[in-house]
């Protein structure tokens, strides 16, 4: 309840959100945003992702998680391996 009001607070301090706004954390946040967004938009044009039905999306997203998982898997062994 107190969070609620704090950030209500915050959001409504238009000098702060301007101030943040400006900074380069954000600035550089946002652009890596917008980047991440433009190359994913990219393969999946190239992958013929866009208007694919979404059962086969849904396929392609369950084997991109797998490969994911079993990529950070092979991480965690590679690395404890080197110790």
Same mark, same amino acid.
């Given at each position: &309840? $107190? =969070?609620? %009001?704090?950030? !209500?607070?915050?959001?409504?301090? #238009? *000098?702060?959100?301007?101030?943040?706004?400006?900074?380069?954390?954000?600035?550089?946040?946002?652009? &890596? $945003? =917008?980047? %991440?967004?433009? !190359?994913?938009?990219?393969?999946? #044009? *190239?992958?013929?992702?866009?208007?694919?039905?979404?059962?086969?999306?849904?396929?392609?997203?369950?084997?991109?998680?797998?490969?994911?998982?079993?990529?950070?898997?092979?991480?965690?062994?590679?690395?404890?391996?080197?110790?």
């Amino acid at each position: &309840m $107190v =969070l609620g %009001a704090i950030l !209500r607070y915050l959001a409504n301090n #238009e *000098q702060l959100i301007q101030r943040l706004a400006d900074s380069y954390p954000l600035r550089r946040a946002a652009q &890596m $945003v =917008l980047s %991440a967004y433009y !190359r994913g938009k990219s393969v999946a #044009e *190239q992958q013929k992702l866009i208007g694919m039905t979404p059962d086969r999306l849904q396929q392609a997203l369950r084997s991109f998680k797998s490969n994911v998982q079993k990529e950070i898997e092979n991480a965690k062994n590679d690395l404890s391996r080197k110790k």
